[in-house]
């Protein structure tokens, strides 16, 4: 199984105020706060971050037919950064999952799957969205994301 | 405080997040905040950060872990209402 999560880093900064009080404390461990804090750019660790977890958690929720709101219980692990590039583990429930993001200027985008053979066989399509709307469905990606003026499809 | 209110004082926080309009009219226990008010799932946080502010409660991961609809969040107030 694989997830993708595409954050539109404009559009986040329009909806989310992440320095709001108890806003991090919410969704990101004590470790990962301060891999955030400590980053010289935390706004796209924030992004990232949060991108990794949406990614696993498309899979972890299909995989276990359980919804729930607990983005502190899918733990980013082993980030590590290179050349515009950050690949990661995510852990919850004892499975291991793994993710690689992308950092563009206007995006973040991570895609997840649960090996990393199965991760290196990924196919990613993304498109401006909506000015270049179209019946995407009949493409049969596996995963999509879209957020803000993107759209993101996975196969 | 009855269903009734409580829905009341949900009904503007989630407002403010929903990006469906249409769907607060017919809001009810079962309304789900991401499928039905097409809630972006990084504004949850800021509905459960309100949520804490307007009851003046604090909602702890294991119960905020449930509230993905209006009725689940109305059985969090409550219990935490309870609790104080």
């Known amino acids: ?155 | 405080m009855n269903k009734e209110e409580l829905i009341a004082r949900l009904k503007p926080i989630v407002s403010n997040y929903s990006q469906n309009k249409a769907a607060l009219d017919s809001i009810n226990a079962d309304t789900d905040f991401i499928k039905d008010l097409k809630i972006n799932s990084a504004n949850l946080v800021d509905v459960i950060l309100d949520v804490e502010e307007e009851f003046d409660i604090l909602i702890d991961n294991e119960s905020m872990e449930k509230m993905l609809t209006v009725g689940a969040s109305m059985e969090v107030i409550e219990n935490k209402i309870a609790q104080k």
């Open chain 1, 1 to 155: 199984m694989i997830g993708n999560d595409l954050v539109d880093l404009e559009q986040a900064a329009k909806d989310s105020n992440w320095e709001r009080k108890g806003y991090l404390d919410k969704i990101y461990t004590l470790k990962e706060q301060e891999t955030i804090r400590s980053a010289n750019h935390p706004n796209q660790l924030v992004w990232i971050l949060w991108s990794m977890k949406e990614a696993v958690y498309k899979i972890h929720s299909r995989k276990t037919g359980i919804r729930s709101y607990a983005p502190t219980s899918l733990v980013c692990t082993n980030l590590i950064f290179n050349a515009g590039q950050v690949s990661g583990q995510l852990v919850t429930d004892s499975t291991h999952y793994y993710t690689c993001s992308s950092i563009e200027k206007s995006y973040i985008h991570t895609i997840a799957a649960t090996s990393l053979t199965e991760l290196s066989t990924i196919t990613i399509e993304i498109y401006a969205y909506p000015s270049n709307l179209f019946d995407y469905k009949n493409l049969n990606p596996k995963c999509i994301s879209h957020h803000g003026r993107f759209l993101a499809l996975v196969y």
